[in-house]
C-alpha cells in the first residue's frame, strides 16, 4: 500500500465523517469496509497455469502465478472466495504528544503442499502528517505528508475546526488485508 493511496484513502474516508470523540477530546476517525468475491473456476490449464473463473459480473482468464504452489489441487467447478478487508483510522496527536515513527510491513501467509490453495497477506502502514491550512469557510484542512506532499480534506463537523490548528500532527493508520480460498464444490 503507498503512502499516496494512504493519502487519498484518508481524503475520501474524512470527508465522509470527521468527529469529535464524546469526551470533547481532539477529532478522530476510523472506519473499515469488507468485500468479498466468489467465483467459480471454469477451467484449469495445468501446463500453462492458465485458470479462468467465473462469477454473475463475467468471466476472467489469468496465469496462476508460480507462489500458488497447489495449483495441482484445483479443479473445475471449485469455488474460490476472495474476501479483502481496509480500515483506516485517523487522530490528531495531543500537543507535546510523541510522534510515532512512520512504519510500513507485510505478512502473508498460505495453505501446506497438497491442500486446496489458500492464502492471506496484510499490510500496514502508520503515518503522520501536518495540519498546514485550515479554512473554516470552506471546512477544508490541509494535510501535509512526510514527503511534503499536500492533501486537502473535507471536513463534515465544523465544531471541530475549533479543536485544531495549524502545526496540529495527525496520526494515519491503514490496514489492507486479503484472504483467498478454494474450495470443493459442496456434494448434494
Do not use: C, W
Not at 61 to 80: I, Y
Not at 100 to 116: D, F, M, N, R, Y
Not at 123 to 133: D, G, H, K, N, S
Amino acid at each position: 500500500m503507498k503512502i499516496a493511496r494512504l493519502a487519498a484513502a484518508l481524503g475520501i474516508a474524512v470527508a465522509s465523517a470527521y468527529t469529535a470523540r464524546a469526551d470533547d477530546q481532539l477529532p478522530s476517525f476510523s472506519a473499515s469496509k469488507t468485500s468479498t468475491v466468489t467465483s467459480t473456476v471454469k477451467s484449469v490449464d495445468q501446463k500453462t497455469r492458465m485458470v479462468t473463473l467465473v462469477n454473475g459480473d463475467g468471466e476472467v482468464t489469468f496465469k496462476a502465478d508460480k507462489r500458488v504452489k497447489n495449483l495441482k489441487q484445483v479443479h473445475p467447478g471449485d469455488t474460490l472466495t476472495a474476501t479483502v478487508t481496509e480500515s483506516l483510522s485517523a487522530r490528531v496527536l495531543k500537543p507535546g504528544e510523541a510522534i510515532p515513527v512512520a512504519s510500513e510491513g507485510s505478512t502473508t501467509a498460505s495453505a501446506p503442499l497438497g491442500a486446496k490453495p489458500a492464502g492471506y497477506t496484510a499490510t500496514e502502514v502508520l503515518v503522520v502528517a501536518t495540519i498546514t491550512a485550515i479554512d473554516k469557510n470552506k471546512m477544508v484542512v490541509t494535510l501535509t505528508g512526510p514527503k511534503g506532499n499536500a492533501f486537502p480534506v473535507q471536513v463534515k463537523n465544523k465544531d471541530n475546526l475549533n479543536k485544531i490548528k495549524v502545526g496540529d500532527n495527525v496520526e494515519i493508520h491503514a490496514t489492507e488485508t486479503m484472504a483467498i480460498a478454494v474450495t470443493a464444490p459442496k456434494k448434494k
